[in-house]
């Protein structure tokens, strides 16, 4: 996992992290969305983001998208799924150059896991429409439908306040790290060679500017299925090892399990997450 700790003191040196933020270049193409820091947030450990679904309404209570992994009580075991569970998080919203604007705070996790996918998504004491009004920030779409291998995407963490570009490289049947397994991950091109604290960090197709996924793993050693070093299974079995390889788990399958109000339901029609 792209741990929700802080990455050793030699890992960032490498990476780079003590240098000015990237910013998103502007697109050449005219459809193309501008992605920066607005709607994202910086978690105690981790990075996140303020979504919404495609039918949300603008008085619904805010959401925050961000790991299973990154959960404050800690990891969900293989096959756990946390509901309804009470929650006093806060959250650091930041605007569209990655400066913190406002401190949002979680009344409940509303759904925590990292069986087949890697999410926690808190519900806040606010509202979309009074975050933009007091604030001018909007919050990322998620998009409902697959994204597409090749695709221009960027990864933006609100941790580290650094944005990460690069393509969708394909997709993983299984992708398996020490006890968990999630199924049909994104895999990223090289570019996106993202470290702890980017765990949690909302993936964003460049062409729409809607959330695609979210940022998960990478095999930082070279190891094979353990933790850290996530492994790639075909339908067939077959193992590969992609060291220095990135991963993030797709969000598409989400919207179809909220109802009205930004309410969970996983009974609704479509909805595919684990139940408890």
Same mark, same amino acid.
């Given at each position: 996992?792209?741990?929700?700790?802080?990455?050793?003191?030699?890992?960032?040196?490498?990476?780079?992290?003590?240098?000015?933020? !990237?910013?998103?270049?502007?697109?050449?193409?005219?459809?193309?969305?501008?992605?920066?820091? !607005?709607?994202?947030?910086?978690?105690?450990?981790?990075?996140?983001?303020?979504?919404?679904?495609?039918?949300?309404?603008?008085?619904?209570?805010?959401?925050?998208?961000?790991?299973?992994?990154?959960?404050?009580?800690?990891?969900?075991?293989?096959?756990?799924?946390?509901?309804?569970?009470?929650?006093?998080?806060?959250?650091?919203?930041?605007?569209?150059?990655?400066?913190?604007?406002?401190?949002?705070?979680?009344?409940?996790?509303?759904?925590?896991?990292?069986? /087949?996918?890697?999410?926690?998504?808190?519900?806040?004491?606010?509202?979309?429409?009074?975050?933009?009004?007091?604030?001018?920030?909007?919050?990322? @779409?998620?998009?409902?439908?697959?994204?597409?291998?090749?695709? !221009?995407?960027?990864?933006?963490?609100?941790?580290?306040?650094?944005?990460?570009?690069?393509?969708?490289?394909?997709?993983?049947y299984r992708l398996?790290?020490?006890?968990? @397994?999630?199924?049909?991950?994104?895999?990223?091109?090289?570019?996106?060679?993202?470290?702890?604290?980017?765990?949690?960090?909302?993936?964003?197709?460049?062409?729409?500017?809607?959330?695609?996924?979210?940022?998960?793993?990478?095999?930082? /050693?070279?190891?094979?299925?353990?933790?850290?070093?996530?492994?790639?299974? /075909?339908?067939?079995?077959?193992?590969?090892?992609?060291?220095?390889?990135?991963?993030?788990?797709?969000?598409?399958?989400?919207p179809a399990c909220?109802?009205?109000?930004?309410?969970?339901?996983?009974?609704?029609?479509?909805? @595919?997450?684990?139940?408890?």
């Amino acid at each position: 996992m792209n741990k929700p700790l802080l990455a050793a003191l030699s890992s960032l040196a490498i990476a780079g992290v003590g240098a000015a933020p !990237a910013v998103a270049a502007p697109q050449a193409k005219a459809p193309a969305a501008t992605v920066d820091f !607005a709607g994202t947030v910086s978690l105690s450990n981790c990075s996140g983001s303020v979504v919404r679904f495609p039918n949300s309404a603008d008085t619904d209570p805010a959401l925050v998208l961000t790991n299973g992994h990154c959960l404050e009580t800690g990891f969900p075991g293989p096959g756990e799924v946390i509901t309804g569970q009470s929650s006093s998080r806060s959250f650091g919203l930041l605007n569209s150059s990655g400066s913190k604007v406002a401190t949002l705070r979680a009344n409940q996790v509303v759904y925590s896991t990292m069986t /087949d996918t890697d999410i926690t998504i808190y519900r806040t004491t606010t509202t979309y429409a009074k975050i933009k009004s007091s604030y001018g920030i909007s919050p990322l @779409t998620l998009q409902d439908t697959h994204p597409a291998a090749g695709s !221009a995407i960027k990864v933006v963490s609100g941790y580290w306040k650094r944005i990460y570009s690069c393509n969708v490289d394909g997709f993983v049947y299984r992708l398996q790290e020490g006890d968990w @397994t999630w199924k049909d991950s994104l895999r990223y091109t090289s570019a996106c060679n993202t470290i702890g604290g980017t765990s949690g960090s909302p993936v964003i197709d460049t062409a729409t500017g809607k959330v695609v996924a979210v940022n998960n793993t990478g095999n930082e /050693d070279g190891e094979r299925c353990t933790e850290n070093n996530p492994c790639e299974v /075909d339908e067939n079995g077959n193992v590969t090892v992609r060291k220095g390889i990135n991963y993030a788990e797709e969000t598409y399958i989400i919207p179809a399990c909220f109802t009205t109000g930004n309410k969970l339901n996983l009974d609704a029609s479509g909805c @595919t997450l684990p139940k408890p």
